[in-house]
């Protein structure tokens, strides 16, 4: 069994191009979640799947954002015309529907460097 | 709206130490759940502990306890005999229905724990 995986672990870029970022959840989980995660802060919420439905989205999820879990299983989310300040550690997060406490499982995150 | 509140940004202990990592919490709702994530230097958030607010005894996992005082809504996590492996930063977590969607987890700031040969 195999926990949740992103890829890639490490993301350097410039400013004004753009990224995407791959989640692979835990296999039988339906919910799949984004968080955002800045230096000396914990995760932020971005946004969360069930199965392929995006069912909420933080309003840190700016119009340059964009996530999508096309089949029910994979995650990404995209950052258009990327800004220093989208420089951060991008966490996901897989859980079951059903079964308290329905705690999240997360990935290892992706680095993100704005230069 | 939910808050999570870390007052302690670092902590140390001496090893086979317990250690107390403090957390309170603000909310209005009656049906609530908290949590405790480590995360070590590789930056994976590892589930620790949960405490349901009807949970009537304070939860247990292995060298860690929450310590749930819900008239003070405070969830402190407690870890006995600390070990070196124990180094890490330490969340509190909690979900509940008013954070937007049952399902959406607000963490406070962290604690950085460190244990001292």
């Known amino acids: 069994d195999t926990g949740v995986s992103q890829d890639p672990r490490h993301k350097i870029t410039k400013r004004g191009q753009n990224v995407t970022f791959r989640c692979d959840p835990i296999s039988e989980h339906n919910r799949l979640y984004w968080y955002r995660q800045t230096l000396g802060q914990g995760p932020e919420f971005l946004t969360y799947f069930q199965n392929e439905a995006q069912l909420e989205k933080s309003r840190l999820l700016s119009d340059r954002f964009s996530a999508e879990r096309p089949k029910g299983s994979f995650s990404t989310l995209e950052i258009q015309r990327t800004e220093q300040g989208d420089s951060a550690m991008y966490l996901c997060?897989?859980?079951?529907?059903?079964?308290?406490?329905?705690?999240?499982?997360f990935g290892p995150g992706t680095r993100l460097t704005v230069t | 709206a939910q808050k999570i509140t870390q007052t302690q940004p670092g902590m140390f202990v001496q090893e086979k130490e317990a250690v107390t990592l403090d957390c309170t919490y603000d909310?209005?709702?009656?049906?609530?759940?908290l949590f405790w994530y480590k995360q070590p230097s590789s930056g994976e958030m590892i589930f620790l502990i949960y405490?349901?607010?009807?949970?009537?005894q304070n939860a247990t996992e292995g060298r860690y306890s929450l310590n749930f005082q819900k008239a003070r809504k405070s969830a402190n996590l407690v870890i006995s005999a600390s070990q070196l492996g124990d180094s890490a930063m330490y969340f509190c977590?909690?979900?509940?229905?008013?954070?937007?969607?049952?399902?959406?987890?607000?963490f406070g700031t962290g604690t950085k724990l460190q244990v001292i040969p």
């Open positions: 909310t209005s709702d009656q049906s609530y759940g």
């Open positions: 997060a897989s859980s079951l529907v059903s079964g308290s406490p329905y705690e999240q499982y």
């Open positions: 405490q349901g607010s009807y949970d009537e």
């Open positions: 977590a909690m979900r509940g229905p008013s954070s937007g969607g049952y399902q959406k987890v607000t």
